[in-house]
């Protein structure tokens, strides 16, 4: 897990703001709105809502519309500062073999994943899947490429 998110954010290494927040993507995301996602829908909803049921955490899900989307105005610093303390809050969570505390039910039926291994395996996935998607959004912002060995 912790490689994956070290590509992740190795992945924005020396982009500036402009690149950070152009969509590239064919799907119109950009690198930030993708850190922002692994932050929000990846770090802070599998770790600390489903993994420890934190209260504050699971009434704060609804408060943003679409966590792709970074707004404007809002700092790049604030995104990347975010995805850390997400980072370091979510590896307070490691009895692995605990069930996890809270499942939003109400949105997607019975759990599927029922420990903290089950979360964190989807997690590694997941962050592995964006920073894929971060791979390819670099490549197109500035032909960078991640660690070739041929």
Not at 66 to 80: F, G, I, M, R
Not at 101 to 116: N, R, S
């Amino acid at each position: 897990m912790d490689a994956q998110r070290r590509h992740a954010l190795g992945r924005l290494d020396r982009l500036g703001m402009e690149a950070l927040r152009r969509p590239v993507l064919p799907s119109g995301r950009s690198c930030l709105g993708l850190v922002q996602h692994l932050a929000l829908d990846v770090e802070r909803f599998w770790f600390r809502a489903v993994i420890t049921g934190g209260p504050a955490v699971i009434e704060a899900l609804d408060d943003i519309d679409d966590a792709w989307q970074v707004a404007p105005d809002a700092p790049h610093t604030e995104v990347l500062d975010r995805y850390r303390t997400e980072v370091d809050l979510a590896n307070a969570a490691t009895a692995v073999d605990t069930p996890q505390a809270w499942w939003p039910h109400h949105l997607f039926g019975e759990p599927h994943l029922h420990t903290v291994r089950d979360v964190l395996l989807h997690a590694i996935t997941e962050t592995a899947r964006h920073t894929g998607h971060l791979d390819a959004a670099r490549g197109l912002v500035d032909g960078h490429r991640w660690m070739v060995l041929t």
